[in-house]
């Protein structure tokens, strides 16, 4: 696989970009994202006390579902099942130290102290997605972990400080890039945001890596994900034979912050803040 064939986030397999049309968003409908994706930030926020050592991917998973179905959402994961690959039997994905995406919630894997783990989630409510992720700490990681976990933050928020009207898709990964790679990590090539409403992967295709003034040009009512992918050691990737789980080829630690985003007219609106 080439670096310049992008997957879709949905797996292992090449993807070429969907057929799915560019949707353009009305108020109404990004009224409906803001609620979806305020939910989806309340649920990671409501998870993060039960980040401990001793505690389970799957009383995670349990709790999360638990939890969005006593507030009228249900799960886009649970049971998602795209050509080709086998239903996907988490309610969240939950992605641990050199876990890149996709982990899949386990009974059996035990939060350790010192891990890191990225928990993605996302919520359906009233027919619209909210998709947003974040790494944790599990008692007291490495000095390396937490540089990476903030690493990984700052350069998402650096993406999406490129969003306005006219800019174009490779001004995020630019800034993504430029970033990490100035911090001495890398930038995973073969996963990507992606364009998200009524369904769950749409056009556009957000590469995390790029040069500026290059790609889609972006129009206010666009609505994707920004969700970097940023690894300790290179970004090459290996996919287990679960037909889901992605981890770092060298074995190392793998970091990931998602966002939904909105291009408005003056800029961009972050969908999934609490």
Same mark, same amino acid.
């Given at each position: 696989?080439?670096?310049?064939?992008?997957?879709?986030?949905?797996?292992?397999?090449?993807?070429?970009?969907?057929? =799915?049309?560019? #949707?353009?968003?009305?108020?109404?409908?990004?009224?409906?994202?803001?609620? /979806?994706?305020?939910?989806?930030?309340?649920?990671?926020?409501?998870?993060?006390?039960? *980040? =401990?050592?001793?505690?389970?991917?799957?009383?995670?998973?349990?709790?999360?579902?638990?939890?969005?179905?006593?507030?009228?959402?249900?799960?886009?994961?649970?049971?998602?099942?795209?050509?080709?690959?086998?239903?996907?039997?988490?309610?969240?994905?939950?992605?641990?130290?050199?876990?890149?995406?996709?982990?899949?919630?386990?009974?059996? =894997?035990?939060?350790?102290?010192?891990?890191?783990?990225?928990?993605?989630?996302?919520?359906?409510?009233?027919?619209?997605?909210?998709?947003?992720?974040?790494?944790? $700490?599990?008692?007291?990681?490495?000095?390396?972990?937490?540089?990476? #976990?903030?690493?990984?933050?700052?350069?998402?928020?650096?993406?999406?400080?490129?969003?306005?009207?006219?800019?174009?898709?490779?001004?995020?990964?630019?800034?993504?890039?430029?970033?990490?790679?100035?911090?001495? $990590?890398? /930038?995973?090539?073969?996963?990507?945001?992606?364009?998200?409403?009524?369904? $769950?992967?749409?056009?556009?295709?957000?590469?995390?890596?790029?040069?500026?003034?290059?790609?889609?040009?972006?129009?206010?009512?666009? /609505?994707?994900?920004?969700?970097?992918?940023?690894?300790?050691?290179?970004?090459?990737?290996?996919?287990?034979?679960?037909?889901?789980?992605?981890?770092?080829?060298?074995?190392?630690?793998?970091?990931? $912050?998602?966002?939904? /985003?909105? *291009?408005?007219?003056?800029?961009?609106?972050?969908?999934?803040?609490?």
């Amino acid at each position: 696989m080439t670096h310049q064939q992008l997957l879709l986030k949905t797996g292992n397999r090449q993807q070429s970009p969907t057929t =799915q049309r560019l #949707v353009l968003f009305s108020q109404r409908e990004l009224e409906k994202m803001r609620r /979806v994706g305020k939910l989806a930030a309340h649920l990671l926020q409501h998870l993060e006390p039960l *980040v =401990q050592p001793g505690v389970s991917t799957q009383a995670l998973n349990d709790e999360a579902l638990r939890w969005m179905q006593a507030h009228g959402a249900i799960s886009a994961t649970l049971g998602y099942a795209p050509p080709g690959y086998p239903p996907f039997s988490g309610a969240i994905c939950t992605s641990i130290n050199e876990v890149v995406c996709h982990g899949i919630p386990n009974p059996k =894997q035990i939060l350790k102290d010192g891990d890191i783990i990225n928990i993605d989630v996302t919520p359906i409510l009233d027919g619209f997605h909210g998709d947003t992720s974040r790494t944790f $700490f599990v008692g007291n990681p490495s000095l390396t972990a937490r540089k990476l #976990v903030e690493v990984t933050q700052a350069a998402m928020m650096q993406g999406i400080a490129e969003i306005k009207p006219g800019a174009r898709v490779g001004d995020i990964g630019a800034a993504i890039q430029e970033y990490a790679e100035a911090q001495g $990590f890398s /930038v995973v090539r073969d996963m990507v945001g992606h364009g998200v409403g009524r369904q $769950f992967h749409t056009e556009p295709q957000i590469p995390h890596y790029g040069k500026r003034g290059t790609g889609l040009k972006l129009r206010p009512g666009m /609505v994707f994900t920004v969700e970097p992918m940023i690894n300790q050691g290179r970004y090459d990737l290996k996919f287990l034979r679960d037909g889901w789980t992605v981890v770092t080829q060298d074995g190392k630690l793998s970091a990931q $912050f998602e966002h939904t /985003v909105a *291009v408005t007219e003056s800029g961009v609106e972050i969908l999934t803040l609490p």
